[in-house]
């Protein structure tokens, strides 16, 4: 037998048991265009938005953190503070701010 000679069933018989598929999916080129061009701007925009992200984070925010510290080494004082002078400060303010102890507390009840 030919392969187009080649039947499933016998021309007189119908299968009974043989299911039909109850519903035919139909795609049209043009949808086939519309998802495939759908898909291409979705995922346009998701490198876009990484990108963006990349970026921002490792080289904008360096380059603006950069310009902080400059401005802020701008602001700090110049001059060598004497760590010695300042130390003795420290230790007459605490001396200061310490409470002194009261041996002859003279009540005034009594």
């Known amino acids: ?3 187009s000679q080649l039947q499933l069933f016998p021309e007189g018989k119908n ?3 043989m299911k039909k598929p109850k519903f035919k999916i139909k795609i049209s080129p043009k949808q086939i265009t519309f ?3 759908f ?3 979705i995922l346009s925009l998701a490198i876009f938005a990484y990108t963006y992200l990349f970026l921002k984070n490792h080289f904008y925010d360096t380059i603006t953190q950069s310009k902080d510290i400059i401005i802020l080494k701008e602001k700090v004082a110049s001059e060598t503070i004497n760590v010695k002078k300042f130390d003795d400060i420290m230790e007459k303010l605490k ?3 310490t409470p002194r102890q009261i041996k002859n ?3 005034p009840f009594d």
């Open 35 to 37: 998802w495939f061009y």
């Open 95 to 97: 001396q200061k701010t």
């Open 39 to 41: 898909l291409v701007i």
């Open 105 to 107: 507390l003279n009540n």
């Open 15 to 17: 299968n009974v048991n």
């Open 1 to 3: 037998m030919l392969h």
